[in-house]
């Protein structure tokens, strides 16, 4: 039983890879379930039998994803502002590109908006525990100025600005960043 037990764990995982992917580098309307299949060494109906639909199915593939972006991010150390940009910078350089894919899709599919949703949710909180000392001290709506200024710096839209269009090096990327986190 658990030799099966971890197999379906396997698979699923396989799975999950595999559907990442497709919808990290495609429009969402171009990702074949049947390739995902092909990819994971299954068929499309365990896909269906296991996932039910093409939305469900990337919903938990962002999900599994998004739980390994977030270990890696949650290792930021609060308040030390150079050390947290360059660990927001590792994701953003890693999987910027797939995140800007979705960005791009959320007005016309909704499960891509449900977790864009849910990744700008994720991003505040973790701006607000990981830079909690430079809002220490401050109180309503000043503190939320604060709080909004930090979020909107270290978005991923900045991070785009500043490597990809303006393309600066990554160390001055992260220093005009980490100016604006203290400013």
Same mark, same amino acid.
């Given at each position: 039983?658990?030799?099966?037990?971890?197999?379906?764990?396997?698979?699923?995982?396989?799975?999950?890879?595999?559907?990442?992917?497709?919808?990290?580098?495609?429009?969402?309307?171009?990702?074949?379930?049947?390739?995902?299949?092909?990819?994971?060494?299954?068929?499309?109906?365990?896909?269906?039998?296991?996932?039910?639909?093409?939305?469900?199915?990337?919903?938990?593939?962002?999900?599994?994803?998004?739980?390994?972006?977030?270990?890696?991010?949650?290792?930021?150390?609060?308040?030390?502002?150079?050390?947290?940009?360059?660990?927001?910078?590792?994701?953003?350089?890693?999987?910027?590109?797939?995140? =800007? %894919?979705?960005?791009?899709?959320? +007005? @016309?599919?909704? $499960?891509? &908006?449900?977790?864009? /949703?849910?990744?700008? *949710?994720?991003?505040?909180?973790?701006?607000?525990?990981?830079?909690?000392?430079?809002?220490?001290?401050?109180?309503?709506?000043?503190?939320?100025?604060?709080?909004?200024?930090?979020?909107?710096?270290?978005?991923?839209?900045?991070?785009?600005? =500043? %490597?990809?269009?303006?393309?600066? +090096? @990554?160390?001055? $990327?992260? &220093?005009?960043?980490? /100016?604006?986190?203290? *400013?």
């Amino acid at each position: 039983m658990s030799a099966r037990a971890e197999a379906a764990v396997q698979t699923r995982a396989r799975v999950l890879s595999a559907a990442w992917e497709h919808f990290a580098r495609h429009p969402y309307e171009d990702v074949l379930l049947r390739e995902i299949a092909a990819d994971a060494d299954v068929s499309a109906q365990t896909l269906h039998t296991t996932f039910g639909s093409k939305e469900q199915l990337f919903t938990a593939a962002y999900m599994w994803w998004g739980q390994r972006v977030i270990a890696a991010r949650e290792a930021a150390p609060v308040g030390q502002v150079p050390e947290a940009i360059a660990n927001l910078f590792d994701a953003y350089e890693t999987h910027g590109g797939a995140v =800007l %894919r979705m960005l791009s899709q959320e +007005e @016309r599919i909704p $499960a891509v &908006r449900q977790m864009t /949703e849910a990744g700008r *949710a994720y991003h505040r909180a973790w701006a607000q525990k990981t830079f909690a000392p430079q809002l220490h001290g401050l109180r309503g709506a000043t503190r939320e100025r604060r709080l909004s200024a930090i979020v909107v710096a270290t978005d991923l839209l900045v991070w785009k600005l =500043l %490597r990809r269009d303006m393309g600066l +090096e @990554r160390a001055e $990327a992260e &220093r005009i960043v980490g /100016e604006m986190v203290v *400013a």
